[in-house]
C-alpha cells in the first residue's frame, strides 16, 4: 500500500509539473498538456529577474520545497532508508524541471534548488527528531 502511495504522489507531482496552467489546475482543477517538440534547454541554466516579493511567487516556491519535504517523508516510510530519500528526490527534481521544457513551461534550475531545500528540510527534521528521540531514550 505505501508503494503505491507512494506512485500516486509522484504522479500528482508531474501532473502538476507539467499542465499547461498550474492556476487553471489549482483554480479549476483542469489538466492539459502543451507538448513541444524543441525546448529551449539553455532556458533551463538561465537566471531569470524572479519578482521575489510577489506572493504567488512565494507560496509556489513554497510549494516546490513543501512537496518534496512531503516526498522525502514518503519515501522514508516506504524504504526506511535516507539513501532511497536522496536516489529518487534528487533525480525527481531534475527530471521535472527538465520535462517541463517539454510541455511549454518553465523548467529551471533554481526550482531544482526549491525542491532540494524541501528535501534538505526534512532531512534535518529527521536528524533532529533522531537526536531528540535518542537523548529521550537515555533518560
Not at 504522489?9 to 479549476?28: K, P
Not at 532508508?81 to 529518487?88: F, G, K, Q, T
Not at 521535472?96 to 531544482?112: H, K, Y
Request: hydrophobic share 55%; charged share 10%; aromatic share 20%.
Amino acid at each position: 500500500m505505501r508503494i503505491l502511495i507512494v506512485f500516486l504522489y509522484l504522479s500528482l507531482l508531474f501532473i502538476m509539473t507539467c499542465t499547461a496552467s498550474f492556476s487553471d489546475f489549482i483554480e479549476h482543477q483542469q489538466i492539459r498538456f502543451l507538448v513541444t517538440s524543441q525546448p529551449d534547454f539553455l532556458s533551463f541554466f538561465k537566471y531569470r529577474s524572479f519578482h521575489y516579493s510577489d506572493p504567488f511567487y512565494i507560496a509556489q516556491k513554497s510549494g516546490h520545497a513543501v512537496s518534496f519535504f512531503i516526498l522525502s517523508f514518503l519515501l522514508m516510510a516506504l524504504f526506511n532508508s535516507l539513501r532511497a530519500v536522496i536516489y529518487v528526490t534528487w533525480p525527481f527534481a531534475f527530471f521535472t524541471e527538465i520535462a517541463q521544457l517539454f510541455f511549454s513551461r518553465t523548467g529551471c534550475l533554481v526550482d531544482v534548488m526549491y525542491d532540494m531545500a524541501g528535501v534538505m528540510a526534512f532531512l534535518m527534521v529527521y536528524f533532529l527528531s533522531r537526536i531528540v528521540i535518542g537523548s529521550a531514550a537515555i533518560r
